[in-house]
Nanobody, 126 residues
Framework: QVQLVESGGGLVQAGGSLRLSCAAS????????MAWFRQAPGKEREFVAGITGSGSSTLYADSAKGRFSISRDNAKNTVYLQMSSLKPEDTAVYYC???????????????????WGQGTQVTVSS
């Protein structure tokens, strides 16, 4: 049974920082592209950032560029999302996901990701 477990969410003031983690078990996804998505109440799930299997290439949504950084540690089967300069509009449930069909590219369409975590809540107060 594949399991993705997110952690690191919480309540933070605007301008603050958080680091989200996503640990994959038991199967390693070190060769597959992974991504972070988020979903705010009443809104569709949206792409935040993605990273290729080796970690050599990343892709960010415009809303995340310059503020968020995605990385991965394949030895630990973990992907991270470092978020800084957080804004109230970043408030959402954040999900990590695996695209088992890709290794060398990242796409923004959530429909291409076939493994998902349960999500972690991020709340940014003004």
């Amino acid at each position: 049974q594949v399991q993705l477990v997110e952690s690191g969410g919480g309540l933070v003031q605007a301008g603050g920082s958080l680091r989200l983690s996503c640990a994959a078990s038991p199967r390693t996804f070190s060769s597959n592209s992974m991504a972070w998505f988020r979903q705010a109440p009443g809104k569709e799930r949206e792409f935040v950032a993605g990273i290729t299997g080796s970690g050599s290439s990343t892709l960010y949504a415009d809303s995340a560029k310059g503020r968020f950084s995605i990385s991965r540690d394949n030895a630990k089967n973990t992907v991270y999302l470092q978020m800084s300069s957080l804004k109230p509009e970043d408030t959402a449930v954040y999900y990590c996901a695996v695209d088992s069909s890709r290794r060398f590219s990242v796409v923004q369409n959530p429909g291409t990701y076939n493994y998902w975590g349960q999500g972690t809540q991020v709340t940014v107060s003004s």
